[in-house]
């Protein structure tokens, strides 16, 4: 069975009695919910946003003295104008008597710049289109737009309103001051000098560029004009290990120091007293507001723009275990152990008693608090949970604790970044990478770097470090790493960061690489053993031949295993390819599947298959000159079988540019209908995430 997995956390609070129906062991909190207190301004003081920010250009529109909604066209010039309104039409053409006019266009077929063109040509100063159809404009005037007239978009209804106004005075107005709005992802605390904290799970394959923090935020809506910029991230490297959502914590580095009220941990000893006494705390945030079961589908968003809060009490992980037991029990009527519900040492649980209360989408990353008689201080950060606010299932928090020794040593000692998978890696070639270390002491510090394997018959990793040997207080220096994939298998090791100072704290990095082999008989079924296409394959079980339909299929893996297959090649042309896959799709969210057939191009994650999909045809055109890497990746999570459990290549050709193609023999298709769905992604990864539910 499948649960509604909330990661990004909200507050809410229960208006209506949850009730439970006849037909399903499923708690089932009614709708009616809304959210928890409203923070007063400056109660909280270290609260921090992680925000995604744009430029929003404001506008402003009035004809006759009437104001009307308006909206930018990016690349809009701006400025200010004034004149009487012009009926053009849809703007296709020269528009008479338009000089020294506004005017007013319908939108159309015709691109926006043409149209706007078009009014600046015939002598116009300024233009106003609306739309055809209910909706706002959301358009560009491209970025080669050579115009200089303002203009600006209004609704259809406004339109209309207009066309009975021509000759009448219209003011157009674009702010040359752009206001810098945001949207909130997670939650955080600053925790002093340049430093943040957040899960892990917030800032997973984030993009420091799009991302920034806003500290001290209470109100989302009014502006970004604050946020810091970003300049890295330290992710717990064992984030994740062990269990979903384990050791679900991050470091950010600002690129500038602030000087701000900053929050204090709670030492691990008083945490766990307080836990065991069941402490009262409080968790604030941004979060959806809408309380809902573990098998509710998650309810339409309703996160506040002000902070909110809400007071929870602590759970031992014992009591925190033991009502996770009785609730998967109840809702899935088979005995579960504590073994199997996820609680490790590195969280820790709060309930509201009786349900309705906690925290949900949206307050992921934000600060767990208690008042101890040094004031208020964190003791978690929101982690994740089963629905929102559910009297049966406890939120589930990082336990900050248990990280302050690995705090302590990324922001007052020796940090590296702290993990780095070369991902998969064809036998006999290498890879690289630099690392970035960082001296946060207040001191010069000798160090040496030793490389320790972290898991058995780990091999073909080496260190060049004669840039770090030395490094001065708050500078940076950089160590390459490389890996010869001379062993085949996967290998990982933990690079050890040692001082001359026994003062100066120091940190660990996690380096991983999976080499595959060369597979002949795939280079046979594919390539007819063309020395032009290299195949390899490997993980956890390589793929295998299928000569019933001439092709190749994933390995016979199990639960949160994976199996690969590589072409490598080089020149420019075009690829193509079938491919199909017989998987458990995910069809409550189908953009994060299950079980399923990836696509790698050259690092880059372009496309995957899910559920049941019969042969498809792929084409990738127009490959640049150059190495290649083409790979297939299926890729099972950790629960549930369903279908043939494998995906399945054939018809692989590559058309080098004027040379014939580089193919396998063509099988027809098949001619009937899929029942899954192909889902594009523009993503890059390093390495595939594994998506974790519960059962």
């Keep these: 069975m499948k649960y509604f997995f909330s990661v990004c956390l909200a507050l809410t609070a229960l208006t209506a009695t949850a009730s439970v129906t006849s037909q399903s062991t499923s708690p089932i909190i009614q709708p009616k919910i809304v959210g928890g207190e409203l923070a007063d301004k400056g109660d909280w003081p270290w609260m921090a946003a992680l925000v995604f920010t744009h430029n929003e250009v404001i506008t402003s529109l009035d004809v006759a003295g009437i104001s009307y909604q ?24 020269q528009c008479d008597s338009a000089t020294d006019k506004v005017c007013l266009i319908s939108r159309g077929e015709i691109d926006f710049s043409v ?12 233009a106003i289109i609306f739309n055809n159809a209910a909706g706002d404009i959301n358009g560009t005037l491209g970025e080669n737009f050579s115009g200089n007239i303002p203009v600006v978009a209004i609704s259809q209804d406004d339109g209309a309103t207009l066309l009975n106004m021509i000759g009448s005075l219209a003011n157009i107005n674009i702010n040359p001051q752009q206001q810098i709005a945001q949207s909130a992802n997670c939650g955080a605390s600053f925790i002093g000098e ?39 991230i330290y992710m717990h490297p064992e984030y994740n290990e062990g269990s979903a959502f384990n050791n679900d914590i991050a470091l950010i580095e600002l690129e500038e120091t602030v000087d701000h009220p900053a929050i204090s ?21 941004w979060g959806n507001q809408t309380a809902y079961g573990p098998n509710e589908a998650t309810p339409a968003n309703t996160q506040p723009d002000k902070l909110h809060q809400v007071e929870l009490s602590l759970l031992s992980n014992t009591q925190c275990k033991d009502k996770l037991v009785q609730a998967y029990s109840d809702l899935d009527g088979i005995n579960y152990t504590t073994q199997q519900v996820g609680i490790t040492d590195s969280m820790i649980c709060a309930e509201f008693i009786g349900g309705g209360k906690g925290s949900c989408q949206g307050d992921s990353g934000g600060p767990l608090l208690v008042n101890t008689n040094q004031g208020w201080q964190q003791i978690g950060i929101v982690s994740y949970g089963i629905g929102c606010a559910d009297a049966a299932f406890p939120d589930v ?24 998978d070369f991902a998969i890696t064809p036998e006999n070639s290498a890879q690289s990478h630099q690392l970035t270390v960082s001296n946060n002491s207040s001191h010069t510090a000798n160090l040496t770097f030793t490389l320790i394997p972290d898991k058995i018959g780990s091999t073909g990793f080496t260190l060049n470090t004669d840039d770090c040997s030395s490094l001065a207080a708050k500078q940076s220096c950089q160590i390459e790493v490389s890996f010869a994939a001379s062993t085949i298998g996967q290998h990982r090791m933990r690079i050890l960061v040692n001082s001359n100072d026994e003062n100066i704290p120091t940190n660990q990095a996690y380096i991983s690489a999976q080499a595959i082999a060369a597979n002949s008989d795939i280079n046979t079924q ?11 394959s490997g993980g956890d079980k390589p793929w295998s031949i299928d000569n019933v339909e001439a092709a190749i299929i994933s390995g016979d893996i199990e639960g949160g295993q994976q199996s690969s297959v590589m072409m490598t090649f080089t020149g420019a042309g075009n690829l193509s390819f079938q491919w199909k896959v017989s998987s458990e799709e995910n069809t409550d969210d189908p953009e994060l599947p299950y079980d399923a057939l990836y696509l790698f191009v050259d690092g880059e994650q372009v496309d995957f298959i899910s559920g049941e999909v019969a042969y498809t045809k792929v084409n990738i055109p127009n490959l640049a000159e150059g190495e290649h890497q083409i790979i297939w990746l299926y890729l099972k999570d950790e629960n549930t079988d369903a279908g043939k459990d494998q995906g399945s290549l054939r018809n692989v050709q590559f058309i080098p540019d004027a040379l014939p193609a580089i193919s396998t023999p063509p099988v027809q298709a098949e001619s009937k209908s899929s029942g899954g769905s192909v889902y594009y992604i523009l993503l890059l990864l390093g390495l595939l995430k594994l998506i974790r539910r519960r059962i």
């Excluded at 149209?115 to 300024?126: E, H, R």
């Excluded at 990082?398 to 940090?415: C, H, L, P, S």
């Design 70 to 93: 308006s909206t930018p066209f990016s690349n809009s010039p701006t400025g200010q104008v004034s004149a009487n309104l012009i009926d053009c039409g849809i703007g296709d053409g």
């Design 115 to 126: 149209k706007v063109d078009n009014c600046q040509s015939s002598g116009g100063v300024g």
């Design 194 to 232: 340049k430093w943040v904290l957040t899960a892990a799970h917030c800032v997973d394959d984030a993009n420091i560029n799009l991302l920034k923090v806003n500290v001290g935020e209470y109100d989302l809506s009014d502006g970004a004009n604050n946020a810091k910029a970003i300049k890295r």
């Design 265 to 285: 941990l709670v030492d691990l000893d008083t945490t766990n007293q307080l836990a065991l006494a069941n402490s009262m705390v409080t968790v604030i945030g």
């Design 397 to 420: 928090y990082a336990r900050t604790g248990k990280f302050t020794d690995w705090v302590n040593e990324i922001t007052t000692g020796i940090a590296i970044e702290p993990s780095y």
């Design 526 to 536: 594919l390539s007819n053993g063309s020395s032009e296409l290299l195949w390899f």
